[in-house]
């Protein structure tokens, strides 16, 4: 249930969204022509963006015990985190296409099933997080629950992206409830806590709980970093409006948190390989870094700023080559 109170590079194929307009329309055709006949979305995306995933996004690799009933079931690089209870599971975040089975194979190196996942949740709407979230909520019959500004992308598919939009670059699917700020979402003795994080998406996520393990109690955060992908535009000609208003409300409340143990939707954004090896013996404070986030958040608005600067500093250089031309006689 849902209690109410009292947000890695994927540079490589985003520089294509530059291409001429003609261009572009050819290849949103081609891509969407191609989905709608094989259902191959990961394909039709790659050709229609002239592009190739990381190999380390369908990689797979051991599920991991991060601490206490939080664990990682996803791959090499792309996190699905698995929240465990008596009463069932949540699973948030899937990959690409194909995750589906990984993420199951590694449920049953923990000796659970697929079949107990009740709530479905996302960090954000992009396909790389959100590919296989149709597939397991047709396995499991769990609920699907979202923000009101991912819904939309959800349920077409990422159609409406307002970055890389114009395809389905994912498997639609059907959003079973709306959860916001401060929501609290409970599922046995699981109390997670609702965070927006808009900005990398306008409803990115994130979700805060308290563990205990061995009588110490942590904070820990899934948090959505405020990450801007290239091809992104915040201050002049912005990807979406308000974006630059969500991005800095973003800063403001991940700068107010303070997690002992911090996870995101990238293992390479949480430093995971640095932290973990696999066959490593379970310990508690092996993911314990609360210096480590209030420096991602730091370097994450940090870019932000230089954006912002970057593109104003392009807009006065823009103007004054018009004012140039129109000295010419």
Not at 134 to 162: N, V
Not at 198 to 218: C, K, L, N, R, V
Not at 234 to 240: G, S
Request: aromatic share 8%; with cysteine.
């Amino acid at each position: 249930m849902i209690r109410q109170r009292e947000g890695q590079p994927i540079s490589h194929w985003q520089r294509t969204l530059a291409l001429p307009p003609i261009t572009a329309v050819s290849l949103v055709l081609c891509a969407t022509t191609a989905i709608g006949t094989e259902r191959d979305y990961t394909a039709a995306f790659e050709d229609a963006f002239n592009m190739t995933m990381p190999p380390a996004w369908s990689q797979n690799y051991p599920a991991t015990q991060i601490i206490g009933n939080l664990y990682d079931v996803g791959g090499y690089d792309l996190s699905s985190f698995l929240i465990t209870s008596d009463a069932g599971h949540i699973l948030i975040n899937t990959g690409l296409e194909g995750s589906a089975a990984m993420i199951e194979n590694n449920l049953k190196s923990l000796g659970l099933r697929m079949a107990d996942i009740k709530i479905l949740l996302t960090t954000q709407a992009h396909f790389d997080h959100t590919a296989d979230l149709a597939l397991i909520k047709e396995q499991t019959g769990a609920r699907l629950l979202a923000t009101e500004a991912d819904k939309s992308f959800l349920e077409d598919g990422g159609l409406s992206d307002p970055l890389i939009g114009g395809i389905e670059s994912f498997r639609p699917v059907s959003v079973d409830g709306v959860i916001a700020d401060g929501d609290v979402i409970e599922l046995g003795d699981i109390r997670l806590g609702v965070l927006e994080h808009p900005g990398h998406t306008e409803g990115s996520a994130s979700y805060a709980m308290t563990i205990t393990e061995s009588g110490d109690s942590y904070d820990v955060l899934v948090v959505n970093m405020a990450y801007i992908n290239d091809g992104v535009n915040v201050a002049i000609k912005p990807t979406y409006h308000g974006i630059a208003t969500d991005f800095k409300k973003t800063f403001e409340s991940q700068r107010e948190l303070s997690p002992d143990i911090w996870v995101s939707s990238h293992k390479s954004t949480y430093g995971f390989h640095g932290k973990h090896a696999p066959g490593q013996t379970y310990d508690p404070r092996a993911f314990y870094d609360p210096a480590g986030y209030i420096e991602a958040v730091r370097l994450h608005e940090v870019t932000f700023v230089n954006k912002v600067y970057d593109e104003l500093l392009g807009k006065i250089a823009d103007e004054s080559k018009t004012d140039d031309n129109s000295d010419v006689k």
